[in-house]
């Protein structure tokens, strides 16, 4: 699992907003006005996550005109960096007194590596790690075949 904080994710934004737009964001800032979202509110903090896909989180500004940047989208631009990944993204808002409404933004990206395969193409590769004297994954394909056969 990889684990993305505030930077990270504005930098991937800014990378993937340049590449679709073909125009270089000046900026990127956070969105801190939730008039309606303001039900999700605990202890004077906002929490938006997947669930809340079309919640404007931020705005991009071009020389000439600023544009609003969704949940959603930062969601699909972190898919076009982590091709075949799940992704958990959640933006936090501090609006807490001494919060100075303070954004932060965090995504967990996970990728579903493991290939299901049968007794016998793991049997198959058992023979191919003994041939290249692999005893690491003969011992990894062994214990995975005696689960799959028992």
């Not at 202890?43 to 600023?66: S, T």
């Not at 993204?89 to 290939?115: K, P, R, V």
């Amino acid at each position: 699992m990889i684990r993305l904080e505030t930077q990270d994710i504005l930098n991937i934004s800014m990378k993937q907003i340049a590449t679709i737009f073909k125009m270089k964001p000046l900026e990127l800032r956070f969105v801190t006005d939730f008039q309606g979202e303001k039900y999700l509110l605990t202890n004077d903090k906002l929490h938006l996550n997947n669930q809340q896909y079309w919640a404007k989180v931020m705005e991009c500004v071009f020389v000439d005109h600023v544009r609003p940047v969704l949940m959603c989208e930062v969601l699909y631009f972190l898919r076009n960096e982590f091709l075949e990944s799940d992704i958990k993204l959640c933006f936090s808002y501090d609006y807490a007194e001494d919060g100075n409404d303070a954004a932060t933004a965090t995504a967990e990206i996970s990728f579903n590596d493991s290939a299901d395969l049968q007794p016998s193409e793991i049997a198959e590769l058992i023979d191919f790690a003994l041939t290249l004297q692999d005893k690491q994954w003969f011992h990894e394909l062994t214990t995975k075949y005696k689960q799959l056969t028992a």
